[in-house]
């Protein structure tokens, strides 16, 4: 069941929730027959969280956004507000942008680090905001759990170079102008809005433009909703045209030139924090601290949610 059909059976109260458990079954990718392969050392984690991230036990969780579309989709947002961008980093101006001075301010472009920046603070955000949904999610359920950053990046992607520690297994790639590795996507699974798995960015900002307003999109006015009108809502955006997907691609275009990648200061693929959720000793705690150093909710998870010990 796709994101249109349970709107549209949600909508029509014909929804099943058993349905709608085995339709997200459905859509689980299973990437490997064991623990994500990270050993508990330094430098793929820090010191003081080796002896307990990752355990078995352990419930591992690593949100993955993928910056490139983050990137680019701040590009399309900026040329709808008439703001272009030139390259601070190598003090050049973006070639063939006085085409579009109809469509952006081409005297009065904005510097690429600050667009590439604050597109990384947003993506962090919403990172950090799904953990800490999900923190909450473990309190209420009475599971213990952390949300922590310890974990080196690089290592849970798959892109420390050591081939012994395989981490999720995203392809990436290294140059002798980058400092870093760059992780792109995990291919059929989690692709970045960057070549290899775009051609070109031109076809970039195409299929961004139709993930918009195409088939199943936000903007596309077939799409189910709970608006009064939610076909008169969603076909009030106005569509990216011919003109504005040159402008943002030629703005793309420059960034994986001039720097061998998209984006060009950040990585494509970027994790930040994650969450870990496990059970309570709460002998441990009993002991060692005051009354009152969990919830009821801790206190009574077992009978809850093992009843019988199982």
């Not at 059976?9 to 997200?24: I, M, N």
């Not at 947003?122 to 950053?149: K, R």
């Not at 981490?167 to 140059?175: A, I, Q």
């Amino acid at each position: 069941m796709d994101a249109p059909e349970l709107a549209r059976r949600s909508e029509e109260g014909t929804f099943d929730p058993e349905e709608l458990l085995e339709a997200h079954r459905a859509r689980v990718r299973k990437l490997a027959d064991s623990r994500l392969k990270i050993p508990p050392e330094v430098l793929h984690v820090e010191a003081h969280n080796t002896w307990v991230a990752n355990q078995p036990g352990t419930t591992l969780v690593i949100p993955v956004g993928d910056l490139a579309q983050h990137v680019l989709a701040g590009l399309c947002y900026y040329t709808q507000n008439g703001v272009c961008f030139y390259d601070d980093i190598h003090g050049q101006e973006i070639e063939g942008l006085d085409r579009f001075k109809d469509l952006v301010d081409v005297e009065n472009p904005m510097p690429l680090s600050f667009l590439e920046m604050w597109s990384l603070s947003e993506l962090t955000a919403e990172l950090s905001t799904a953990c800490y949904a999900g923190m909450l999610m473990l309190q209420a359920m009475g599971l213990g759990g952390w949300m922590f950053n310890g974990m080196d990046p690089f290592s849970v992607l798959g892109a420390s170079g050591d081939p012994e520690v395989p981490g999720l297994g995203f392809r990436y790639d290294t140059d002798e102008r980058w400092s870093l590795p760059n992780p792109t996507g995990l291919p059929g699974v989690f692709e970045g809005y960057t070549p290899p798995h775009y051609r070109d960015m031109r076809h970039e900002v195409d299929a961004l433009a139709e993930r918009k307003f195409g088939t199943g999109g936000p903007f596309n006015p077939e799409t189910p909703g709970y608006y009064k009108d939610t076909k008169a809502v969603r076909s009030s955006a106005k569509p990216h045209d011919e003109k504005f997907r040159a402008c943002v691609a030629l703005q793309a275009k420059h960034i994986y030139d001039s720097f061998g990648k998209f984006p060009g200061t950040v990585p494509s693929i970027f994790v930040m924090l994650y969450l870990q959720a496990q059970h309570l000793d709460l002998d441990f705690y009993d002991h060692f601290y005051e009354k009152g150093a969990y919830l009821e909710t801790h206190a009574r998870h077992m009978e809850r949610w093992h009843p019988g010990g199982k």
